[in-house]
C-alpha cells in the first residue's frame, strides 16, 4: 500500500521533506530501494518502523511522483503472490524475440491473404457488372460509386500484397544471414 506520509527529517544542517513511498519486509524493502536507485532517484532510505514492525521505504518529495510509478512496476513484479496448482506453480514463458524466418513467414500468408481477397473481390465486381452475379443492382443509384469504391479498395489490396512479397523478400534475406550466422 502506498502512503504519502510527509516528514521532516534534519540531515546534513538542511531539512529534507521525504515521503514514504511503501512499508514492506526487510528484503522486499531493500529490492526496491535498490530498483529506485538503479532507476535513478538518488535519495532512497530503508528504515525500521518499530509501530508497524516493517520497513519504511522514503524518497525525496522532488521524486515521489516517479517513485510511486516505478513502485507500482515493482509491486506488480515483486510483490505478487504466485498462483500455483496443488503440485506444482504455472509459469508462462513468453519469448519476445520474433526469429527472421518466422517473419518471413507471416508477412509472406500475409501477402497472399491480400492478394487472393483482392483478386477474388475484383472477380466478383466484374461478375456484378456483367450481370452473372446481382448484388449491387445495375438500376440503383448508387451502382457506379459502389463499384468504382470497392475496385479501389480490392486495388488497395493488391498493391498492399505487393507490398508485403516486397517486404517479405528482404526478410528472407535477413533469415538467411541469421541462421548463416547461428551455424
Known sequence: MIEKNTELKTEDMENVKRESLAYLDEAKANRLAAFLKYSKIPDVSVEYDEIST???????STDFDKAEN???VFAENELTENKSDSDSEKK?????YESSTEKYKDNLSSAV????????GLIVLVLNATGILNFISRESSSFILMNIILAALFVGFIIIGFLSLKYSKNIK???????????
Open 92 to 96: 508462462i514463458n513468453v519469448n519476445l
Open 70 to 72: 516505478l513502485y507500482n
Open 173 to 183: 534475406e535477413k533469415a538467411a544471414e541469421e541462421e548463416a550466422a547461428l551455424k
Open 113 to 120: 491473404t491480400f492478394f487472393i481477397c483482392g483478386a477474388a
Open 54 to 60: 516493517t520497513y519504511n521505504v522514503t524518497v525525496l
